[in-house]
């Protein structure tokens, strides 16, 4: 297994760059983060840099009814494969940046979400490889539009009410060398925990979900798999904070705003 190392991409000075967190301080590195990145030697302290978000994804993908628990409550049957939509990469947003509510879209819903990183490219490969192709793994809040979600009763749009711009918050870090299957999402909202769930009550074992994914398309370098959210989503409103935890990877904390009405 990959050690356990956290990735993070950060702003200082100007300048944008990568590296490892080491307590509270950055171990700077050069190259590519997912081609044998090298150390430079140098250290910046957390505290004097900026977090972006830890990946910039070519493509994101998000999983419906994928964790059984909430499947249960909502009467959901059971799929059969898969079942995922898109989210536009121009959603994604660093830590501590606001989400910011797109106007007149009404309810706006909060999921935590263990999101994959892919490290490798992954064309149709078997589930007892797919891992080899897993970068880490990073936290997610996977914000929805609710009411446009159905508001055509032709056409399910989802892409378009998970995609607005600062809907799909990521990091702090990216982790390497954790079993997902051990890990807990916990999520809060202002300070009141709202979600506590295990991965283990996954219904697609994520290497399950690469290998079939990447049968239907070619996974790249940096793209992002969300595994879906289980019991506890619900709505924000403006001026309160939504954190996503996941042990061993770190806490993702983003304030709702108010959508900007132009002049």
Known sequence: MVPNTRWVRFDHEGLSGFGTLQGPTIQVHEGEMFAAPRATGRTLDLADVKLSMPVRPGKVLALWNNYMALAAKLGLADPAE???FMKAPSSCLNPGESIVAPPGQGKIVFEGELAIVIGRRAKAVS?????????????CNDVTAAEVL??????????????????????PCIATGLDPSTLKVRTWLDGQLRQDYPVADIRFSVPRLVSL???????????????????????MKPGQ???VEIE????????????????
């Not at 589930?127 to 936290?139: I, K, N, Q, S, W």
């Not at 159905?150 to 990091?171: H, I």
């Not at 061993?248 to 002049?263: D, H, P, Q, T, Y």
Request: charged content about 20%.
């Open 213 to 235: 994914i990447s049968h239907d398309m070619t996974l790249e370098p940096g793209d992002v798999i969300l595994c879906g959210t289980s019991i506890g989503v619900g709505s």
């Open 150 to 171: 159905n508001r055509d009763s032709t056409f399910a749009q989802w892409v378009r009410a998970k995609s607005y711009d600062s809907f799909c918050p990521l990091g």
């Open 241 to 243: 904070t939504v954190e």
């Open 127 to 139: 589930e007892a490889a797919a891992l080899d192709h897993v970068f880490g793994y990073t936290c």
């Open 82 to 84: 898969p079942l995922y």
């Open 248 to 263: 061993g990877i770190g806490r993702l904390s983003n304030r709702f705003e108010a959508a900007k009405v132009s002049s």
